[in-house]
């Protein structure tokens, strides 16, 4: 049986799984999740987690009306009948949605910005009942807390002439221009991407991360491997 959920074991601000627990002992779960529009029944929409179970809105199913297929959420919710199956039965008890990004294509990264951010988790999810193919990515970068814009991006940079690599991996930039913000103290962030086919062809093998770490200078690089 599949684990709901199981690719956010290592989200940042909360743990995916478990969150609480009410008086009645009931379990809330949090996951990241896809839209699936629906016809026909009680529901406008289903969704599909990130480690692709089928998930269906039960109780109060107004709360889902406004969303359609491609639409990314984060989630909370418990599970009536205290099971995880596939497809599992939620009542949701909050949605948040997530806005979706499309990569940069560019051969001039460098202009897209050198400053420091660090991965804390990233993976591929979707390309089943219809929708996208995404990645999402958990980062963390320095602020100054004045509510200074931040930029960040995810590059193919066409200039990489050996992509994919040897390995059979296609490798991707994430870049951050902090606008020359003073960098007094972390913040964390989720951003989720759409994957192009070419990004996700049969005959790869995942995504490469290229991106400047907090602690390197802007020349430093470090990856992380998203297996497909």
């Given at each position: 049986?599949?684990?709901?959920?199981?690719?956010?074991?290592?989200?940042?601000?909360?743990?995916?799984?478990?969150?609480?627990?009410?008086?009645?002992?009931?379990?809330?779960?949090?996951?990241?999740?896809?839209?699936?529009?629906?016809?026909?029944?009680?529901?406008?929409?289903?969704?599909?987690?990130?480690?692709?179970?089928?998930?269906?809105?039960?109780?109060?199913v107004n709360v889902v009306k406004n969303y359609v297929t491609?639409?990314?959420?984060?989630?909370?919710?418990?599970?009536?009948?205290?099971?995880?199956?596939?497809?599992?039965?939620?009542?949701?008890?909050?949605?948040?949605?997530?806005?979706?990004?499309?990569?940069?294509?560019?051969?001039?990264?460098?202009t897209l910005g050198k400053d420091g951010i660090d991965i804390?988790?990233?993976?591929?999810?979707?390309?089943?009942?219809?929708?996208?193919?995404?990645?999402?990515?958990?980062?963390?970068?320095?602020?100054?807390?004045?509510?200074?814009?931040?930029?960040?991006?995810?590059?193919?940079?066409?200039?990489?002439?050996?992509?994919?690599?040897?390995?059979?991996?296609?490798?991707?930039?994430?870049?951050?221009?902090g606008n020359d913000d003073t960098p007094l103290m972390k913040?964390?962030?989720?951003?989720?991407?759409?994957?192009?086919?070419?990004?996700?062809?049969?005959?790869?093998?995942?995504?490469?991360?290229?991106?400047?770490?907090?602690?390197?200078?802007?020349?430093?690089?470090?990856?992380?491997?998203?297996?497909?």
């Amino acid at each position: 049986m599949k684990k709901l959920v199981k690719t956010l074991i290592l989200m940042p601000l909360a743990a995916s799984l478990l969150l609480s627990c009410n008086k009645t002992g009931e379990v809330t779960y949090q996951g990241y999740m896809t839209a699936v529009s629906s016809v026909g029944t009680p529901y406008s929409c289903y969704f599909i987690s990130d480690d692709s179970i089928k998930v269906i809105p039960t109780g109060n199913v107004n709360v889902v009306k406004n969303y359609v297929t491609n639409d990314r959420i984060l989630a909370t919710f418990v599970i009536p009948t205290g099971k995880i199956t596939n497809p599992v039965e939620v009542e949701f008890t909050s949605i948040s949605k997530l806005e979706t990004q499309n990569l940069t294509v560019s051969a001039s990264t460098d202009t897209l910005g050198k400053d420091g951010i660090d991965i804390r988790n990233a993976w591929h999810c979707g390309g089943i009942e219809g929708i996208n193919r995404f990645v999402t990515i958990a980062y963390e970068y320095a602020v100054s807390g004045n509510g200074k814009p931040h930029e960040f991006y995810l590059v193919d940079n066409t200039s990489n002439i050996n992509n994919p690599d040897a390995d059979g991996y296609y490798h991707l930039e994430f870049r951050h221009d902090g606008n020359d913000d003073t960098p007094l103290m972390k913040a964390n962030a989720i951003a989720t991407f759409v994957l192009a086919p070419k990004y996700t062809q049969p005959e790869l093998k995942g995504l490469i991360i290229d991106y400047t770490p907090l602690t390197a200078t802007e020349n430093d690089k470090t990856k992380w491997t998203i297996n497909f």
